[in-house]
C-alpha cells in the first residue's frame, strides 16, 4: 500500500503550519488582485463602469424624490420641455422624466433576469456536453444547433401575447431563448480544459463528473462566463427594446425603454426629445455595459501586456 505523505509544511517557529490549500488560496487572491488591477488600469471600462453605476444609481434613487409619480396624468398633452416638466409630457399628460426613470429601471430588471438565466443554463449544459463527450455532447449540440435556427425573436413575441407582457414573463421567455452562445462557448472551453493534468488527476482519485464541473471547471471558466455574463446584459437591453418597440415586448401597465419609444416614435420629427431622451438612454447602457465587458476580458486574458484606453 502506497504510503500517504502529508501535504502540510512546517512554518516559522510561533506561526501555524501553511498547508497546500492555504498556498492555492493565496496564489487566487493574487491571480484576481492582478485581474482586478488589470482591469482598473483599463480606462475606457473604468469610465464605463462609472457612468452605468452612476446611471443605475439615479435610475432608483431619483424617483423617490421627483415630484411627479410614472403614474401621474395630470399634466397637459404634449407639453413643452420645461422646469416643471424637463422632458414635456407625453399624449396622456404623464411626466416623461418620470416615465423614464420607471422604463430604465424595467429594462434594467429585463436584462439582470436575462443575463442570469442565460449564464445559468450555458454554462450548465456547455461545461456537461464538454466533459461528458460522446453522445451527451453530440446530443446537446445538436440541440443548440436547433435552437439557433430558430427565429427567437418572433417565439418570444409569441410567448408574450400568449401569456401576457409582464415584464417579468418577457425576462423569462428572453432568457430560455438567450443561452445558446454561452454554451457553445463554455463547451469549447471545457474541451480543452478536460485533457488536462489536474482534471485527469481528479478522475483518477475517483471525483464524480459533479465534482469535477464545480471544483475544477467552473472555477478556470469564471473569466469567459464573467464577460459572456456581462455582455448578455447588453444584448438583453437591445432585444427587450426591439421587442416592446414592434409591440411584442412589455405591456401597459408595466413598461420599459423599448415601450416609450413605441409610445413616440411618431412625435419624432415633432417633438424629438420624447424619442432621443429613451433611445439614448438604451444608448448608453448598451455602451458602457459593452465596454467593460472589453475591459473584463483583457484583465482575465494572461496573453494582455498592456492595457488599451
Known amino acids: 500500500m502506497a504510503e500517504i505523505v502529508s501535504t502540510t509544511t512546517p512554518g516559522t517557529p510561533g506561526e501555524p503550519p501553511t498547508d497546500s490549500a492555504g498556498e492555492f488560496g493565496t496564489a487566487a487572491r493574487k491571480q484576481w488582485q492582478i485581474v482586478l488591477r488589470r482591469f482598473m488600469q483599463h480606462k475606457l ?10 446611471l443605475v444609481l439615479f435610475a432608483l434613487i431619483a424617483p423617490m424624490f421627483w415630484h411627479y409619480s410614472y403614474t401621474y396624468t395630470g399634466g397637459g398633452r404634449f407639453e413643452n420641455p420645461s422646469p416643471e416638466h424637463p422632458l414635456g409630457t407625453d399624449q396622456i399628460g404623464r ?18 433576469v436575462v443575463a ?12 456537461t456536453a464538454g466533459l461528458l463527450g460522446g453522445f451527451v455532447d453530440s446530443l446537446v449540440m445538436r440541440f443548440v444547433d436547433l435552437m439557433l435556427i430558430i427565429p427567437q425573436i418572433a417565439l418570444v413575441g409569441i410567448a408574450a401575447a400568449i401569456f401576457g407582457g409582464s415584464w417579468y414573463l418577457v425576462a423569462i421567455a428572453l432568457g430560455l431563448f438567450s443561452w445558446m452562445s454561452v454554451a457553445r462557448i463554455n463547451r469549447g472551453q471545457t474541451l480543452s480544459l478536460a485533457q488536462r493534468e489536474f482534471v485527469e488527476a481528479a ?10 464541473i464545480l471544483k475544477h471547471i467552473l472555477p478556470n471558466l469564471t473569466g469567459i462566463i464573467t464577460v459572456n455574463a456581462t455582455l448578455a446584459v447588453a444584448t438583453a437591453v437591445l432585444a427587450e427594446a426591439a421587442l416592446s418597440f414592434i409591440g411584442l415586448g412589455v405591456q401597459i401597465p408595466d413598461t420599459s425603454l423599448g415601450l416609450v419609444i413605441n409610445a413616440n416614435y411618431n412625435q419624432f420629427l415633432t417633438r424629438p426629445w420624447l424619442f432621443w431622451a429613451p433611445f439614448l438612454a438604451i444608448l448608453l447602457i448598451s455602451l458602457t455595459i459593452n465596454f467593460i465587458g472589453d475591459g473584463i476580458r483583457d484583465a482575465f486574458d494572461p496573453r494582455q501586456t498592456k492595457v488599451r484606453a
Open 45 to 54: 471600462a473604468m469610465i464605463s463602469l462609472v457612468v452605468l453605476v452612476l
Open 95 to 112: 411626466d416623461m422624466f418620470a416615465v423614464l426613470l420607471r422604463g430604465t429601471q424595467f429594462s434594467l430588471l429585463i436584462a439582470m
Open 116 to 127: 442570469l438565466m442565460a449564464t445559468a443554463i450555458g454554462v450548465v449544459l456547455g461545461a
Open 203 to 212: 478522475r483518477a482519485m475517483g471525483a464524480s463528473n459533479t465534482r469535477i
